[in-house]
């Protein structure tokens, strides 16, 4: 299974969840789409530790198992499809999560979210997981992902 990280997805895997720590050891390839690299640094602009999480980011963004999805025509093409067809439905979503649909379905891959208005994109594959289930396997998902010899 190929499966996409939103910006929560990644946030719970580097504070160590069960569930999202257990997917990404499970799957053939990890994808992040640029869109949600943007909102990261957004994030650690805004916070304490830029130059460590922004270290840390690159540092997963470089490991053999992880893909960065670029923005594409093709991208911007089922962006424009969903983004009508969600508010034909009355039912809109954040800008950016339209987009990183969009992305995802390019692929063909699984999104990995707690974002529940993902469950509303027509014929698209989303993971849900709760936020709230964290425990200790940081580290070792961390090593899973940076290990050259994987």
Do not use: C
């Not at 034909?88 to 707690?114: F, Y």
């Amino acid at each position: 299974m190929r499966i996409a990280l939103d910006t929560k997805a990644y946030s719970a895997l580097m504070r160590g969840h069960r569930d999202v720590a257990a997917l990404v050891r499970r799957s053939e390839a990890v994808l992040v789409p640029a869109v949600v690299v943007g909102e990261l640094l957004y994030g650690f602009r805004l916070g304490s530790r830029f130059e460590e999480n922004t270290a840390r980011l690159e540092a997963f963004l470089a490991a053999s198992s992880v893909d960065l999805l670029p923005v594409t025509l093709t991208t911007a093409h089922r962006f424009g499809r969903t983004a009508a067809a969600l508010r034909q439905k009355g039912t809109p979503i954040p800008t950016n999560d339209i987009w990183i649909a969009a992305q995802v379905m390019e692929v063909g891959a699984d999104l990995l979210s707690s974002d529940s208005h993902f469950g509303a994109v027509d014929g698209f594959a989303w993971l849900p997981f709760s936020p709230a289930e964290e425990d200790s396997v940081r580290e070792q998902v961390w090593r899973y992902h940076t290990d050259p010899g994987r």
